[in-house]
């Protein structure tokens, strides 16, 4: 577990972006259960987060579709939380940073941490938009 003084900066960065921050099980599986599309961003201490996952996450939403719910969990932080979205993204493994959209329930796109490391934040951010745009 990391020290909460540690990833507030790192939280806070998705959460001023509206983000909603999920802590539990329960609330991860209300979020993503919700009609209509749902961005679940996996959040890490890790510098691709800082560098392409939150900058791509923020930068999707400018587009004019964009998923109706946006939250986060935090890796090595919010095990419940992180594990339950972790168990609604199967036959993905477990990675972070990465970025699921929701479907009324139903895992329609995925972004894995290898598509996320080495990979600059616009396209990133034009893979999320072409998952809007094809599902919101």
């Known amino acids: 577990m990391y020290p909460a003084e540690l990833v507030k900066p790192m939280r806070d960065d998705l959460a001023s ?13 209300n979020a993503i259960k919700k009609d209509g599309t749902t961005l679940v961003v996996v959040n890490s201490v890790c510098g691709c987060a ?3 996952a939150r900058p791509a996450a923020k930068m999707s939403l400018q587009n004019a579709k964009t998923p109706d719910h946006t939250v986060t969990v935090f890796a090595g932080v919010d095990t419940d939380a992180v594990n339950a979205a972790r168990n609604l993204m199967v036959p993905f493994p477990p990675s972070s940073p990465s970025m699921a ?10 972004i894995e941490r290898h598509h996320i490391e080495g990979r600059p934040a616009e396209m990133i951010a034009e893979n999320l938009v072409q998952a809007y745009n094809e599902f919101c």
């Open 17 to 29: 972006a509206g983000f909603e921050e999920l802590y539990t099980a329960e609330a991860v599986e």
């Open 50 to 52: 800082a560098a392409n």
């Open 101 to 110: 959209l929701f479907k009324d329930g139903e895992l329609v796109h995925m």
